[in-house]
């Protein structure tokens, strides 16, 4: 099984920072990487799939890239509203899926 | 507006059986494959088991493999999950989500119900 690794598990930030996660998928998945925000309560919402493929409605301050095994979500400038956990995901091959453990953002 | 709404959660004991529904609309059901993902009380996201269209391909996470059962109704547009031999550790909250199309394409996990919680617990 594929396993998937996130760092770091939590981070404290301002509004306005520039926020980095990282994944890793313990063998290449090619760019099949998605990444998801949870706020507490709510169920997760999609951000980016395919690696780096924005969502529609998903403000342009949120970025992915990478491919093989490593990847990054980059968040641009913090906003209020993006205080939340991170969860990427791995959908190599199209069966079985693995998620990330999380990354906590909160305000500094 | 695509729209997913579980039930059938509820607290068990271990051992026992559970069966969650999950009635969609918004969408032609028919045509996406389907994934149940639980979360564990202030846990990470799990993926539990996706389904096909026409139900021809079915996958579990191992943790459930031989106890849960994934399947669908097209013509109710609704999704269920028969949760057998349930454990302590299947506490969980447990969404159904519209996944893909045709896998590669587009977002895999694009709507998301609230969820139903399962509790068992002697």
Not at chain 2, 99 to 108: L, N
Request: glycine share 10%.
């Amino acid at each position: 099984d594929i396993q998937m690794t996130q760092s770091p598990s939590s981070l404290s930030a301002s509004v306005g920072d520039r926020v980095t996660i990282t994944c890793r998928a313990s063998q290449s998945i090619s760019i099949n990487l998605n990444w998801y925000q949870q706020k507490p309560g709510n169920a997760p919402k999609i951000l980016i799939y395919a690696a780096s493929s924005l969502q529609s409605g998903v403000p342009s301050r949120f970025s992915g890239s990478g491919s093989g095994t490593d990847f990054t979500l980059t968040i641009s400038s913090l906003q209020p509203e993006d205080f939340a956990t991170y969860y990427c995901q791995q959908t190599y091959g199209a069966r079985t899926w693995t998620f990330g453990q999380g990354t906590k953002v909160e305000m500094k | 507006e695509v729209q997913m709404v579980e039930s059938g959660g509820g607290l068990v004991q271990p051992g026992w059986s559970l069966r969650l529904s999950c009635a969609t609309s918004g969408f032609t059901f028919s045509n996406y494959w389907m994934s149940w993902v639980r979360q564990a009380p202030g846990k990470g996201l799990e993926w539990v088991a996706n389904m096909k269209q026409d139900g021809s391909e079915i996958y579990y996470v191992d943790s459930v493999k031989g106890r849960f059962t994934i399947s669908r109704d097209n013509a109710k547009n609704s999704l269920y999950l028969q949760m057998n031999s349930l454990r302590v550790e299947d506490t969980a909250t447990y969404y159904c989500v519209r996944a893909w199309a045709k896998p590669g394409t587009g977002p895999p996990l694009d709507h998301w119900g609230q969820g139903t919680l399962v509790t068992v617990s002697s």
